[in-house]
């Protein structure tokens, strides 16, 4: 039976705009549907907390990270350090190399990649990548920038970090001093660049 049966007082073009409206509605709710399942599908182009637990590498943006300051971020349940070195920092890790347990990152407890078996630890002088967790029983050092005498700090000190737990110290490229409870300087991750100031946490090879 068609709709001009059902109600004989309407004409044809009422029917006809009753009908256009009609799909036009069922059109909407479809493209509304279609937005709400969009949005899972994008997100899932970025690392779950699952999957960063596991090792996912982390993206960072490290281009708001000034001289002095230091960024911190986490990568497998761990916290990473992003340290940008000002050139006086930088010059100082040449001058207690003689105070240091391991100043070549020899030590293979955490090995060191590659890139980073140099005097500054890492692929750009200014840049340090590292693990904050000590090496002794896994506390979190603090920041010690400020240089010369502090308590708890020996009168010369360059700069570095500190463990509270037990003492242990380290330069700013994550180097142990000699006679410290840590027994290895602080962990580099795998890192690498994808431009000077995207920084890739967790993986070294580009694909």
């Not at 281009?63 to 990568?75: D, F, I």
């Not at 005097?119 to 896994?138: A, M, N």
Request: neutral net charge.
């Amino acid at each position: 039976m068609s709709d001009a049966a059902i109600h004989p007082s309407r004409g044809p073009a009422e029917i006809d705009k009753d009908r256009r409206n009609w799909i036009a509605i069922t059109c909407g709710a479809g493209a509304v549907g279609g937005a709400f399942t969009a949005v899972p599908f994008v997100s899932s182009f970025a690392p779950s907390e699952r999957a960063r637990a596991a090792g996912a590498p982390v993206q960072v943006d490290i281009s708001a990270v000034k001289p002095g300051e230091k960024l911190t971020v986490e990568w497998r349940g761990k916290p990473v350090w992003i340290v940008r070195r000002t050139a006086e920092q930088v010059a100082s890790l040449g001058k207690t190399e003689a105070q240091l347990a391991d100043p070549n990152s020899q030590r293979t407890q955490y090995p060191t990649p590659d890139y980073a078996k140099n005097q500054h630890r890492s692929i750009k002088p200014e840049v340090f990548v590292g693990v904050g967790i000590c090496s002794h029983l896994g506390c979190s050092p603090v920041d010690k920038f400020t240089t010369g005498a502090q308590p708890s700090l020996p009168d010369d000190w360059a700069g570095g970090f500190f463990c509270p737990c037990h003492g242990s110290t380290f330069d700013l490229a994550g180097r142990v001093f000699k006679n410290k409870p840590a027994p290895d300087n602080l962990e580099v991750p795998p890192h690498m660049y994808l431009s000077d100031n995207v920084l890739v946490i967790g993986e070294d090879k580009k694909a």
